[in-house]
């Protein structure tokens, strides 16, 4: 075992001592986890949801050393003065946990969880309890935390998933996931978009970032004038990829632009006399504080948006 998969073990080990402990943990927008931690003048942690949640630093005293001597392993703490903190957060989706970046996810190689994921969970278990054929190959593009995987692997345990994503952190929490879910039916590729994996599939989910991220930060940055980019791009990439009933979902979200949709338009004539479709805003505004920032000066709202693509 080399010192990489020791430290992934000992964060893996972290997870399974987490769940049997209750711990449960539902992750807000920045914005909202910025609200709360602003309640308290010198915020501190108390327990160990503070910790792994709300990113509060805490003192050593708060666990013994057997337990600090374990986090210490797992390679996620980093000390701040006299204080620690976690460099990774847990959060809860039904009665799974995963294991993400720390707020607030600044760094470059951040692998974010949010609302994001918990309206992407839910696309891709509709989806799943309408399908009437079971999905024997599904991918997973810019995996992040890797959960629309964990979510197709543990619904159907006979399906070959595949977890692709450029982000070689994300890998590796990716992994993480899958396995404190128990599932042994992933394999986890550094891969942009699909280029990196061979075949077809019957299912192809996404979530990429959207936005127009002046950091270019991976898990925000979408490209093109304001996000839309990737998305776009992803729609040219799988559909050729799609068998025949296969089915592409995509969950993005798009800035619009004096009442119209920029990326409808790019992509409304990709799928052709091939395929079916379906478009859906399933919110209509999020992420209003985005509009202060460059570049959004035109923008009247960000939405949150499905497309819905099968191979006839």
């Known amino acids: 075992m080399t010192a990489q998969q020791r430290v992934d073990r000992e964060l893996l080990e972290l997870g399974m001592r987490l769940r049997k402990n209750g711990?449960?943990?539902?992750?807000?927008?920045?914005?909202?986890?910025?609200?709360?931690?602003?309640?308290?003048d010198r915020p501190l942690a108390k327990d160990q949801?503070?910790?792994f949640g709300w990113s509060m630093p805490f003192d050593k005293g708060l666990f013994s050393a057997e337990q600090f001597q374990a986090l210490e392993r797992a390679g996620i703490l980093e000390q701040q003065g006299a204080l620690w903190r976690s460099t990774v957060r847990w959060s809860s989706?039904?009665?799974?946990?995963?294991?993400?970046s720390a707020y607030p996810t600044s760094q470059s190689d951040a692998v974010f969880f949010g609302p994001d994921t918990y309206r992407f969970a839910r696309v891709i278990e509709a989806h799943l309890q309408r399908r009437t054929v079971p999905v024997q190959r599904a991918v997973d593009i810019g995996c992040g935390a890797g959960v629309g995987a964990v979510l197709i692997a543990r619904a159907q345990p006979e399906t070959q998933v595949v977890a692709v994503d450029i982000n070689p952190h994300a890998l590796r929490l990716s992994a993480v996931n899958a396995g404190l879910a128990g599932t042994d039916n992933i394999a986890i590729y550094h891969s942009d978009?699909?280029?990196s994996v061979e075949g077809q599939f019957d299912l192809v989910v996404a979530n990429p970032p959207y936005m127009n991220d002046q950091q270019q930060r991976a898990y925000r940055h979408g490209g093109g004038?304001?996000?839309?980019?990737?998305s776009v791009r992803i729609v040219r990439e799988a559909l050729p990829r799609l068998k025949a009933g296969g089915t592409l979902l995509l969950y993005t979200g798009v800035a619009m632009l004096h009442g119209a949709d920029p990326f409808l338009a790019q992509v409304e004539a990709l799928?052709?006399?091939?395929?079916?479709?379906?478009?859906?805003?399933?919110?209509?505004?999020?992420?209003?504080?985005?509009?202060?920032?460059?570049?959004?000066?035109q923008v009247e709202r960000i939405a949150v948006t499905l497309l819905t693509v099968t191979r006839n």
């Open 23 to 40: 711990y449960r943990f539902i992750t807000p927008t920045p914005l909202t986890h910025e609200r709360v931690m602003q309640r308290a």
């Open 49 to 51: 949801r503070d910790v």
């Open 93 to 100: 989706l039904n009665n799974l946990l995963f294991v993400h």
């Open 193 to 195: 978009l699909l280029a």
């Open 225 to 230: 004038a304001l996000g839309e980019a990737l």
């Open 271 to 297: 799928p052709g006399t091939d395929f079916s479709w379906t478009y859906e805003e399933l919110d209509p505004d999020v992420f209003g504080e985005e509009l202060l920032k460059p570049g959004y000066e």
